[in-house]
């Protein structure tokens, strides 16, 4: 079955980085858009940054320039490079899979979910 496993949160002050990672098991890997999510308390689920099944990366406009999505194929793992963070990325984090290998900004389009990582800047 389809498992998507988070880690990489914590707590770092405004300015710091961290690095989130989502390691994915049951299904062929690549053939896959996977994407970073997150969710702030109170606040809807939004997209942040996504890679599709040909490796293009994209990025809502909140993080660019300061997140980067990637992937090791080999380990089947997404990861998020963030950077420069902000009060304002403070949510919980999830990775997933979607649907097909296109990289849609709706959270319907994606139909696998980790658990979620929480990432606090203060």
């Known amino acids: 079955h389809v498992q998507l496993v988070e880690s990489g949160g914590g707590t770092v002050p405004a300015g710091g980085s961290l690095k989130l990672s989502c390691v994915a098991s049951?299904?062929?890997?690549?053939?896959?858009?996977m994407g970073w999510f997150r969710q702030a308390p109170g606040k809807q689920r939004e997209w942040v940054a996504g890679?599709?099944?040909?490796?293009?990366?994209s990025y809502a406009d909140s993080v660019k320039g300061r997140f980067t999505i990637s992937q090791d194929n080999a380990k089947n793992t997404l990861y998020l490079q963030m950077n420069s963070l902000k009060p304002e990325d403070t949510a919980m984090y999830y990775c997933?899979?979607?649907?097909?290998?296109?990289?849609?900004?709706?959270?319907?389009?994606?139909?696998?979910w980790g658990q979620g990582t929480q990432v606090t800047v203060s």
């Open positions: 049951g299904y062929l890997y690549s053939a896959y858009c």
């Open positions: 997933a899979r979607a649907r097909g290998g296109y990289c849609s900004k709706n959270s319907v389009d994606y139909n696998y």
């Open positions: 890679l599709d099944s040909d490796g293009i990366a």
